[in-house]
């Protein structure tokens, strides 16, 4: 089974995926955290991509695609949740493609849905794991033991360089672009399922579950 978390800068695309991984054994494909990973590389194209992403601009759809391809042709699990893309519709366009030449096809987009007032507090209280990527909030989702992962007992904590308000103000603005009309799109084609992202965490996630079954 192969999904799309499609969502807002912060409206928990990557929490919800975490929880899929380790409930259902289906692979992230997030391309934001490829990105993150290309951007320490050292390489031209890392230090392009570095200055794309703390701007708050997308980056090239040849890129990401690029990198999408890789994952789906050298990983196999009980599927693929995309975290995150597509992106543009040109990005959906090539998702397409690449599943049907893998003879592979789309189950669900989940549409999480949360009212842009609460992606500010979501995006200014995030941090991760920098060992294992567990996602936490300073208020809605902090570690048990203050610094000490619950998940694998990391105590580097890092926060995002793009988390600060004048980015998420071009990631929501590139948002509502490029990437909402992929609601349309996907709701065209049958494929849209909206859970509602303002509720608790726990409250989404069964909410995701009740759509995949
Ligand atoms: P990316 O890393 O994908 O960032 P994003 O889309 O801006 O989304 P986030 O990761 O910020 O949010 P999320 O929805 O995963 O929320 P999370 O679960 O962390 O992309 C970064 C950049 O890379 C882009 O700007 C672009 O430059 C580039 N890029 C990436 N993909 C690209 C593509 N396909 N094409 C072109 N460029 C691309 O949750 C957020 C916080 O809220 C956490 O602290 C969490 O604990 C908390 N939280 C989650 N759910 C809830 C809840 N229900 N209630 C309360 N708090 C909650
Ligand atoms: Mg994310």
């Known amino acids: 089974m192969n999904i799309i978390l499609l969502g807002p800068p912060g409206a928990g695309k ?12 289906m692979i992230q ?8 990973a290309a951007r320490t590389s050292g390489t031209e194209m890392g230090k392009k991509v570095a200055e794309i992403m703390d701007s708050g601009k997308l980056v090239t ?9 890789e994952q789906l042709t050298s990983q196999a699990g009980a599927g693929f949740i995309f975290d995150g893309f597509p992106r543009t519709l040109a990005q959906a366009d090539a998702l397409a493609a690449l599943l049907a030449k893998l003879g592979q096809s789309l189950h669900t987009v989940i549409e999480i849905r949360v009212d842009d007032e609460a ?4 995006i200014s209280g995030r941090f991760t794991c920098g060992t294992c990527g567990e ?5 809605t989702k902090p570690t048990t033991k203050e610094g000490v992962c619950d998940n694998c007992g990391g105590t580097e904590m890092v926060r995002r360089a793009d988390d600060n308000a004048e980015s ?7 948002y509502y672009k490029k990437t909402s009309p992929l609601i349309g799109y996907y709701y ?7 859970v509602n992202g303002m509720s ?7 909410s995701v579950e009740a759509i995949l079954g």
């Open 14 to 25: 990557g929490t919800q995926a975490r929880h899929l991984v380790d409930t259902r054994g």
């Open 29 to 36: 494909l997030s391309t934001g955290d490829m990105l993150r």
């Open 61 to 69: 759809d040849e890129i990401v695609i690029g990198l999408i391809e």
């Open 119 to 122: 992606l500010v507090a979501r």
């Open 135 to 139: 996602v936490y909030h300073d208020q």
């Open 168 to 174: 998420l103000r071009t990631r929501l603005m590139e």
């Open 188 to 194: 065209a084609k049958g494929d849209l399922r909206p």
């Open 200 to 206: 608790d965490i726990t409250e989404v996630t069964a």
